[in-house]
């Protein structure tokens, strides 16, 4: 599985996506070259969410999300983005300072039954806003998930 990114988030944000109420995830950069393949990132993706330790996070992965696209930004954010993203325009336009935004499309997001520690992927540490799986990682992961009956 070489088109999988592992992305850092917060607990209420995972657990909106895991929810089905959050249907967009907003970065400041998006998948667009995959070292994987050596070429332009081909989606959909498999995005991994890493939950992060913070507010009470459970500091592993604790699902995951396909996503077919993106839509990227430079103009000020719209009730659209706002309404999909479970984000404010007001929150939106603080985030982008002036810069580009991202939102990542979420379809069939699946929880894990159990969190798997960074460990378990021969990680050693979660990524600040996404990083690239390569394919030990990523088939490690589906072997866990598998064992959990769950299909990666």
Known sequence: MDNCILLSIRKNWAAAILSGEKKM???KCAPSYNP???KRAEY???VVMYETKAHGGAGAVVGFFDCPGYIGIADPADETMAKLSGLSVEQ???YRDGGWLYGLKVQN????PEPVPLEALHLDY????????DSINADGLAEIAAAQGVKL
């Not at 979660?126 to 799986?133: C, K, T, V």
């Open 92 to 94: 939106l336009e603080e």
């Open 109 to 112: 997001p699946r929880r894990l």
């Open 36 to 38: 994987n393949i050596e």
């Open 126 to 133: 979660p990524p600040q806003s996404w990083r690239w799986l």
């Open 25 to 27: 995830e907003i970065r």
């Open 44 to 46: 959909p993706l498999r």
